[in-house]
């Protein structure tokens, strides 16, 4: 395992998942979204959250990329508590891109993700996926629309954020926030839970 990498907990315990298996893939993630080479990558992998609880935040903490996930994300669906590895790839391309991001001055002045709206989270992810899209990785376009409509409204204009979102090669922080206020959705205070909307996968 790379220096750099760090996953918890080592060994799993709960769920058949294999920690060098993981730091591999984080290595690829990383290469792929074109992450720092000197920035070190912390992963926590809840063991205890099972579907439909998934979820993931990306922070950046004294320079390092923190990254949190549930055990569900990367849980295969047809083998309970086994792990699914191109699934596990999109997840760590999506949060590297966010952690990235905040590494970044475009990202500056963005809260940790605890502190993040629900439409500020969801428009930020947004950004991430459509990035992980053009990588080559599958991802529900369908389904992260839906999310976002749940944020943002069953509206024309949200459904332009959406695809602005989306298709964005750059966005800022401060873009982020007038996504939310065109939309409405900067009137909606800090999701308040540990994981990402708690998406059904």
């Known amino acids: 395992m790379s220096g750099r990498i760090t996953?918890?907990?080592d060994p799993f315990t709960l769920i058949d998942y294999d920690v060098g298996e993981i730091a591999g893939i984080i290595e690829d993630a990383a290469a792929l979204v074109g992450f720092p080479t000197d920035v070190e990558i912390s992963l926590e992998v809840d063991e205890e959250l099972f579907p439909p609880l998934t979820g993931h935040m990306a922070d950046v903490v004294d320079g390092r990329a923190v990254l949190w996930i549930s055990g569900a994300n990367f849980e295969d669906t047809?083998?309970?508590r086994h792990f699914e590895p191109q699934q596990a790839r999109t997840d760590l391309v999506e949060m590297l891109f966010r952690a990235k991001d905040r590494l970044s001055e475009d990202f500056a002045d963005a809260p940790c993700d605890r502190e993040l709206?629900?439409?500020?989270r969801i428009a930020w992810d947004i950004y991430a996926i459509g990035?992980?899209?053009r990588?080559?990785?599958?991802?529900?376009?369908?389904?992260?629309?839906?999310d976002f409509r749940l944020q943002h409204g069953f509206t024309d204009?949200?459904?332009?954020?959406?695809?602005?979102?989306?298709?964005?090669?750059?966005m800022t922080w401060a873009g982020i926030g007038e996504i939310c206020k065109e939309t409405g959705a900067a009137n909606r205070g800090p999701s308040k839970v540990p994981v990402d909307l708690l998406r059904n996968k």
């Open 7 to 9: 996953i918890t907990p």
């Open 78 to 80: 047809r083998r309970p």
């Open 117 to 120: 709206s629900r439409g500020e």
């Open 131 to 133: 990035r992980t899209e």
């Open 135 to 146: 990588l080559g990785l599958p991802v529900r376009r369908p389904r992260e629309r839906y």
């Open 157 to 170: 204009v949200a459904d332009a954020a959406f695809e602005r979102c989306w298709d964005a090669e750059r």
